[in-house]
């Protein structure tokens, strides 16, 4: 579900997004596909793969199926096919051997982990982990280069979080829990969610209400069912698509540990928890001892730990959860473009896209450019010291230009301008990102607290592109006689 959170912001940013899965597990391929995105299954493998008795292998490499060399073989057998920045690994049986041999061919990896067990080959590493000891060890797990983004401010979560967390009042949490979730993930094997329940039914008090969210491979769903039909302060879930709603009107939460204790801490959901799988043990643990959660082992601890709730209330968890995702995926696109200083060759490439009409309708420029006029346009345009000009580059290839004008540091503004070239990578989410750096020069170098700019009335793609970044129209107060026709242009700003 992490990998489908960045996808899903990515998708939004114009990137184009595909999964890699080896799994027949049906409720996770639905989700992946009723979001819109492409799913390569990889075979699975019918054979017994012992990898733990190898030397040198993850603690968690039986989980792939197959061995590493298969799995990356296979893998590179779907990206071999398709145009590929970057690749995104979530998986703890993935080492830096697996992903040296898929880094091939300019590709860029991130890798998401939060146990810091074993050594990985990557380009950016996420973990949203609250241990403050992540960071030294990471610096021996990876290599120099890798830029590491570590801590509980880059959790990856899903954006509705974010939407129904301005929804709650957390006054109203304080006290004896009234509204409960319990959400124990996965087949649920040794029966928890039952446990759970029966001793809610024993010890809350009248009108307590208890979500009981439950996942299409529980293996006692049948069970939960039948439970939650003969006593009316349970409601059932199964394979619920409204997890944030349910836990954004919660006071109180149960469950297991994994993603979702980001999702609670980031929506400030006092939780007691249950460590389910070895990996959870240390980060839960760790969690516990600075008040973020509280576990129970047995039922016992269990029973006692829910008398002394429905008693005495609870408290809201620290606040240090954050969601990381607009972060991340912006480092993600900023790695692939560049600002750079003109060059000749750049200037000659400018006068080739502009030969196409389109683009010059966008700058309402009436007549197609001759060469003498355009060079003689663009020596000028960089000699002229009074502003800063760019070249927008995708790894290694020149797609655009952008640059900051009419710099008033009277007046506490400045104007910018950008545009893509390369109409193949028009729509895809680089304007974000060439925008985003070319605010962050006006507002941390100049020093200007409003950008203004101007837009064809016809081009409603840009209009509607700069809309969803902060910028309202306004009344221009910067002379427009360069344009075609002044009514023909909008004038923008946003203020920092």
Same mark, same amino acid.
């Given at each position: 579900m992490r990998c489908l959170a960045l996808a899903e912001y990515l998708q939004e940013e114009g990137s184009q997004c595909y999964f890699v899965?080896?799994?027949?597990?049906q409720e996770i391929l639905s989700i992946i596909r009723n979001k819109g995105f492409f799913v390569f299954q990889l075979r699975l493998s019918h054979e017994v793969i012992n990898c733990r008795s190898n030397s040198g292998e993850p603690e968690h490499a039986h989980w792939l199926g197959v061995d590493w060399a298969t799995d990356a073989a296979d893998t590179n057998s779907v990206l071999n096919d398709l145009k590929i920045d970057w690749i995104i690994v979530d998986h703890y049986g993935l080492d830096m051997k697996w992903e040296k041999s898929l880094r091939g061919n300019g590709r860029l990896l991130m890798v998401i982990d939060d146990l810091a067990d074993r050594h990985h080959d990557c380009d950016l590493l996420i973990d949203p982990g609250v241990d403050?000891?992540?960071?030294?060890?990471?610096q021996t797990l990876t290599t120099s280069n890798c830029v590491r983004l570590i801590g509980p401010?880059?959790?990856?979560?899903?954006?509705?979080?974010?939407? /129904? $967390?301005?929804?709650?009042?957390?006054?109203k949490r304080l006290g004896v829990p009234k509204n409960i979730v319990v959400m124990f993930g996965g087949s649920d094997s040794d029966q928890s969610t039952l446990q759970v329940l029966h001793l809610i039914l024993k010890l809350a008090p009248p009108k307590t209400k208890v979500e009981v969210i439950v996942a299409l491979i529980n293996v006692n769903k049948d069970l939960i069912l039948d439970f939650c039909n003969l006593h009316t302060m349970f409601r059932p879930h199964i394979a619920s698509s409204e997890i944030a709603l349910i836990l954004s009107r919660a006071d109180f939460a149960i469950g297991s540990g994994g993603g979702a204790t980001y999702e609670r801490l980031f929506l400030g959901l006092p939780a007691l928890l249950k460590v389910v799988a070895k990996n959870q043990l240390k980060p839960l643990q760790y969690m516990q001892?600075?008040?973020?959660?509280?576990?129970?082992?047995?039922?016992?601890?269990?029973? /006692? $730990?829910?008398?002394k709730v429905f008693r005495d209330g609870v408290k809201r968890p620290p606040n240090i959860v954050q969601d990381g995702v607009p972060v991340i995926c912006d480092w993600i696109l900023n790695k692939l473009i560049g600002l750079n200083s003109p060059l000749p060759r750049d200037v000659r490439q400018t006068f080739k896209w502009l030969q196409h009409e389109g683009l010059r309708n966008q700058f309402l420029m009436s007549e197609q450019p001759q060469r003498r006029g355009h060079f003689h346009y663009w020596r000028n345009l960089l000699s002229d010291t009074s502003q800063k000009v760019f070249s927008i580059y995708f790894k290694n290839q020149h797609i655009g230009n952008a640059g900051i004008k009419n710099i008033d540091l009277k007046k506490d503004q400045s104007e910018l301008w950008l545009y893509i070239g390369e109409t193949i990578f028009q729509g895809v989410g680089h304007g974000k990102v060439v925008l985003t750096a070319l605010e962050k020069i006006i507002h941390k170098e100049l020093l200007c607290s409003r950008v203004v700019l101007h837009v064809s009335k016809n081009n409603?793609?840009?209009?509607?592109?700069?809309?969803?970044?902060?910028?309202?129209?306004?009344?221009?107060?910067?002379?427009?006689?360069?344009?075609?026709s002044i009514d023909q242009v909008v004038c923008m700003e946003k203020l920092f």
């Open positions: 899965i080896r799994s027949d597990n403050s000891s992540l960071y030294t060890k990471y401010k880059y959790a990856i979560l899903r954006r509705e979080f974010a939407e /129904y $967390k301005k929804s709650i009042n957390f006054e001892s600075i008040n973020l959660i509280s576990l129970y082992e047995t039922e016992d601890e269990l029973h /006692y $730990k829910l008398v409603n793609h840009a209009y509607h592109f700069y809309i969803r970044n902060g910028y309202t129209v306004t009344v221009d107060d910067i002379a427009t006689s360069k344009f075609r």
